[in-house]
């Protein structure tokens, strides 16, 4: 039980900007493709650009990524591209996920 | 690449009660052990008793849990008990959880 509650008091203190689901969703999406157009990521996820926009803001506050305009003939994107400390950020809350859902033994 | 998506597309819309990583540790503790008083918890996660006693009543809310008053010679505690449909819940958020998990295929 000390080592399960340990890591449980590790889930509390977990952090923040990656507790969310949806930003969490976005991150491992970014961490398996690097870099992804803002259509992209809504699609992939199906959310509204505002939704996606707002997380996104917090994911860039947080220095997890970082956003680029793309100039197209049509028109310009934007290139979201996950940035080495958002990726470490991200390997750290899933390990300290792993563990807390381990805990339970299953 | 399509299961990946659409594990991540479950994670985003994810139960936001248990989405909350206190209230998860608080569910993930009370699913070993079933019942637990107040001050257990509060110790057992490191949490204040305004903080412990906020996520409680969300969790009291969305029916996951009940609290019950035990008489004892000393002074009343405060017994928390996980409900079935609180269970039920938790085990579905863990498995979207893992599903999200895996898709980064570690």
């Not at 992939?44 to 305009?69: M, Q, V, W």
């Amino acid at each position: 039980m000390g080592g399960a509650e340990k890591a449980l008091r590790e889930l509390v203190r977990s952090n923040p900007v990656l507790a969310n689901p949806t930003r969490l969703a976005i991150m491992l999406l970014l961490a398996m493709r690097r870099k992804m157009y803002f259509s992209e990521l809504q699609k992939a996820l199906d959310l509204t650009p505002g939704n996606l926009g707002s997380h996104l803001r917090k994911l860039e506050e947080a220095g997890y990524i970082r956003t680029k305009k793309v100039l197209t003939r049509i028109r310009p994107l934007t290139l979201v591209i996950l940035e080495a400390e958002g990726e470490i950020a991200l390997y750290r809350h899933l390990d300290s996920l792993r563990k807390a859902l381990r805990s339970l033994g299953a």
